[in-house]
């Protein structure tokens, strides 16, 4: 791609000097091989094998395709009547009886059927394991330990096992054993992680006024990736040690113990937070506001400078002497916060998104050229929406998503494997999701199937 | 699946993940060095893992300028002078301040690289590239680091130099209409989820990187994006392309479980309920003592209950069902019936939670500098080598002679000259910098490391 002028940038002075655009161009060039394609590259642990075992669980399915995407072979096993996670999709829209979560996230799977509850499947499953590195069990706690192939009998076969254990109160404690039979899922792990309780607006009338669950399924993704990352740690141990170990991921508690900040506010506060709409509780402004084309624009200004600079443009640093708001971190006093908001929507409410983000972006511009940095950097885009985010150039450019052309469920997309890597890049091979489709393949290659 | 529940087992698994003993247990991460020139969030996670895991994280700020989240705070909040939400972000990692503008800094920032194994930053795309900073000039100088660069859009595309922040992210991504009512006030993913998420996702890099780098001796370069990180979870793309229209926010119903939503109970609480599979659906009708529902073509089958009207018309048999019900029933149902159900937490019980401390993922911690807390611990739990919090964070340069006299063999002379050029730095006199007032540097052995009193 050709410097144009939306990507040339001029970097300060003191920090750079001769061999800069040496590096840059050198730097340009390791970045166009690596936005080209994966083929022919290896995968970062193309010498693992991977075997997931889950229950209409998409943290662990979720968690296998990731190690998929960079190289495992992974063996997803089913009941013959499949996964009932291949009918957990949205108003029960599907493709040839797959639903689009099971489509999207069957990456790089080999899909095979066992019976776990015959001793022939058994059997199967024991050979299969001593051959594999990784297990993934998202099946209710204890289950695969009643059947003889859980933790306690699997390590003394292959010691070498990271055995990855993902359930909604994870497999050790009073609680795990308590609830050992709740099933899992992403709505009831984000209030476990007590996430809803941060959203929402408690003025509103019922039931607007509720706890508010993230639209996106941000435990169930938050916990395959916690997942994956705790496998990838334990087997780097392996590598070392030749040691196995069990790896315990607890849906529930995903989002907070990932994220902290609840426990941090919680500990100094010693109560709840309120919820507070659409403000932060440490930034302002910090959230999407109404534009007069009808759209929103997401207004953020981190810092105290930031929020200056959001005066200028809107015009009104009148507001800046008001006694009401005459302090910095205003965040605390949520009264004045709301006075302050009303004008901020009344100001924005008078231009469009567009208007509104090119004067922050010349604001912006001007204020770097600043020697003492003093004038903020007040960020204001428009809100996009999917559709909008399909068609930027930008993405197209970096391959962020992959349109996909399966025999049987014909044309989709997906979004892409992260990150873009040099040397050893994740990637999506294929798609499949026919039940026992790979029998064949998996049965013949670690000689499976004797008993029947 | 056969149900059992073996006594054996769970007392099994309380042994091996025994958390009084986690200090005795090795750890994964142990021989590995992490240069991290990162800060606020987003790139500060990536760390925060390799740390817990038990890398030597060593954190480069700018003197009296430092991380912002130090002297950031949520309502007017500090403690014991410091930012508790920095505290959470960069525990276990060395703090030197170090101004990358002067002269000679460079040259001690490449001296580091050669000795790390990851290298960690999120300046604007190519900044660091330009400073010589960047992968190319580190991996001359040390072919097996890890470099991961962490960026609003990644470091290639027109749009690579817009500037980006959690909400920015989410923003761009198309993930911000997605929460809240239809028609009503759409909302943000709370606590910084748009740089939590793709920071754990670059941890995840960096770890398969290392998984390479064990079977290769390669290092290579990471491109961390967070939009890509957020549009990673979002289904929209796949159902516009088989559906032909866009998924659009809907409250509390997860449109792919039926019934789901966040209830209120008799006692004024707030419980989520989902119904993925035909079988929790049994269970559940079961507790509503409505096993009529479960003979309803409507909704026998699950792709027939999660057609809106259907999903709807359950909603309201649970949402009626809760309203009788105090919370403590619902979910002695959930277990007895065997489909989800929790509680919606919130921060304080979090703080609270017994669970939690068992588990280990919260602890009741005692620092060397800031005495007892509590605070969150590892997010997962390795039985063999457990992640744990060892230290919070410590001033602006605290560990400055520290690490230049081990790692780099300067004399107190030399980092005295260094000290007076400018090129190293400490705290400013502000809150979130600086020591706790109570705190006696003079006779502090790791700030005054090498020197004999």
Known sequence: MKADSENTQVFSKHLTGKGTLKR???????????????????????????????????????????????????????????????????????????????????????????????????????????????????????????????????????????????????????????????PDTDLTAQAGSGYPSLTGDPAAEEPYNYPIKAGIWAAWYMSAVLATTGTLTALMHKRKTGEGQMVDIATNDAISAWQGFQLVWGFTMEQPRVRIGNFDWCLFPYGYYKTKDGGYVTVAAAQDADFRGVLKILGRWDLEKDWRFLFDRITDDVENLKKLETEIKKEVAKHTSKELASKSLAYSAKAARSRLRSKGFPIMIELKTPPDVLKEKHWQIRKSFQEMDHPVCGKFMIPASVPKMSESPPRVKWIKCGIGEDNEYIYNKYGLGMGK | MKESCSEEYFSFLDKIFDHSNVSEKPESLKGIRVLDLSRVIFGPVVTKWLGLFGAEVIKVEEPEEGDDWRTGTYWAKYWKDSCPYFQSLNPNKYFIGMDLKKLGAKELILELAKKSDVVVENFRAGLAEAWGLGYGTISQVNPRAIYISCSGYGQWGPLRFFPSWDLIAQSMSGMARLTGFPGKETYKLQDYYGDFFPGLLGAMGVMAALNYREQTGKGQFIDMAQVEGLMRTMLNWTYMSVVGEDLERTGNDDPSMAPSGIFKTADGKFVAIAIATDEQFLGLVGALGRTDLAEDKKFRETFERLKAGNAKELDRAVEEWVFTKTEAEVISAAKTNSFPAVPVMDDWQLVNDSWRRERGSVTLFEDDMYGEGIWVDSPVALEKTPGRVKWLTKPIGYHNRYILKKLLGLSEKEINDLDEKGVIGYWGNRVGQRPPSYWDLENDPIFNYGNKK
């Not at chain 1, 296998?64 to 029960?92: C, M, Q, S, W």
């Not at chain 1, 394991?129 to 306690?152: C, F, Q, T, W």
């Open chain 1, 24 to 182: 840059l161009s050198m730097f340009d060039k390791l970045l166009t091989e690596m936005m080209g394609s994966a083929e022919g590259k290896p995968g970062a642990i193309d010498d693992i094998t991977v075997i997931e075992v889950s229950q209409a669980n998409f943290a662990g399915i979720i968690s296998a395709a990731l190690l998929g995407e960079f190289g495992a072979e992974v063996i997803k096993i089913e009941p013959p009547e499949g996964d009932p996670a291949r009918k957990i999709t949205p108003y029960g829209k599907n493709v040839d009886g797959v639903g689009l979560p099971f489509l999207m996230e069957s990456r790089n799977k080999y899909n095979v059927t066992m019976d776990l509850n015959s001793s022939e499947g058994q059997e199967d499953f024991r050979k299969l394991v001593n051959k594999a590195d990784v297990l993934i069990d998202a099946v209710k706690p204890g289950s695969m330990d009643a059947l003889g192939i859980g933790y306690r009998q699997l390590k003394q076969l292959n010691p070498g096992l990271v055995y990855v254990a993902i359930s909604p109160y994870g497999h050790y404690t009073a609680k795990a054993k308590e609830f050992h039979n709740v």
